[in-house]
């Protein structure tokens, strides 16, 4: 082989192992739509592509490249995790070429072939890990959502009927503590009125802290009814001008987990929005655009340096816009935030619905 043609080769074998690098930084695309694509990359980088195959078998799963037939010579290399054996990958000519130095391959060819098998799976291996990752996050956030609803049931069935049934015995008192008149009496009177009132508040600030955990709006309304009582609760209690669109909710319906991560968005970034972000005014969309459901909050506040802020934050252990981002890429969507000191904020959320169906809250 000419200087040319080694020189050709050699390139050729760089893009081969570049071309599988970018492959598998491809986070919108599986595992296997990943090893699917390799076959046709590594044919590329053999001396003749036009009648190589590529044959890769991972955990008894194979991936080929067409064939015209047999192939009449190959060579394979193990794809290994942690030194096991998990798979292999072989490259064979469906026609007779002349011999080289392993039958009609190229040394090269050979090491070639035992790089890409060795980076196979290093990208199998992040990717299993990627997904256990995600698995357990999944996992966390739905725990979470669990002990939310429990706490939710036991404050509302439990310490709020007592302290209501409190409350009533304690007003029942009122008009037995009223018929003699004399001062010690009435001063009873007005400790029995006082703790009666601070009952009653505290019974509705565990109704509110209930309906935060788990809104049984939720799932009896739909979540656009819910995400604007929310948004009209916020603006009274906050003072802020909250405007809110929905459009297309109508007819979309969307399984429990989607809905109820969507409403934890929103409630999460409302909250920063209204608690740190000195804004005047927030606007909230809310938008069913086949195949995806939208949502966008925008606030007119003074903004930060996101660069600067979110390193900051995870530090400090404030997980909040961590945990909005986890439990949108747990839905398989997108989350987005921009922001610039001065300029305010804009999240904006996509999640895929094709395939959705209703699914009944746990």
């Known amino acids: 082989m000419d200087v040319t ?15 599988i690098t970018r492959l598998s930084q491809r986070h919108d695309w599986t595992l296997e739509e990943i090893l699917s694509g390799v076959g046709g990359i590594v044919a590329r980088a053999w001396q003749y592509p036009e009648i190589a195959c590529v044959k890769l078998t991972v955990g008894g799963r194979s991936f080929t490249t067409p064939a015209t037939r047999r192939p009449v010579a190959k060579q394979s290399s193990p794809v290994r995790i942690h030194g096991e054996i998990v798979g292999h990958i072989e490259v064979g000519y469906c026609g007779q070429r002349p011999p080289c130095d392993e039958g009609p391959f190229l040394r090269e060819e050979r090491h070639l ?10 990208i199998i291996e992040a990717r299993e890990n990627e997904e256990r990752l995600r698995r357990l996050s999944q996992e966390l956030i739905k725990a979470q959502e669990h002990e939310r609803q429990r706490i939710a049931r036991e404050l ?23 018929c003699d008149g004399r001062d010690e009496l009435q001063g009873v009177r007005e400790k029995v ?13 565990l109704r509110d802290l209930a309906y935060n955990l788990l809104p049984p709006a939720l799932t009896q309304l739909g979540l656009a009814e819910t995400a604007y009582r929310l948004c009209e609760e916020l603006s009274a209690r906050h003072g802020i001008t909250i ?3 929905a459009d297309g909710m109508e007819a979309l319906r969307l399984p429990f987990e989607t809905n109820i991560n969507l409403y934890r968005v929103l409630q999460e970034g409302l909250a920063n929005a209204c608690r740190h972000g000195h804004c005047s ?11 995806h459901c939208l949502l966008h909050i925008t606030d007119d506040g003074h903004g930060f340096d996101p660069e600067a802020r979110l390193p900051q934050a995870l530090a400090e252990k404030h997980m909040g816009i961590w945990s909005m981002r986890q439990r949108i890429r747990l839905l398989g969507g997108r989350f987005t935030l921009r922001s610039r000191p001065g300029k305010g904020v804009r999240i904006k959320v996509e999640v895929p619905t094709q395939g959705q169906g209703v699914c009944p809250a746990p």
């Open 5 to 19: 043609a080694a020189l050709r080769e050699r390139v050729k074998e760089l893009d081969c192992l570049y071309e």
């Open 156 to 178: 509302h069935d439990d310490v709020g009927q007592t302290l209501s049934v409190t409350r009533m015995h304690l007003e029942g008192l009122l008009p037995l503590l009223g």
């Open 243 to 245: 405007t809110f669109f």
């Open 281 to 291: 005014s927030i606007t909230v969309r809310l938008i069913a655009s086949h195949p």
């Open 193 to 205: 009125q006082e703790c009666s009132t601070r009952l009653g508040t505290s019974i509705m600030a």
């Open 113 to 122: 072939l035992d790089a890409v098998a060795d980076h196979l799976g290093r």
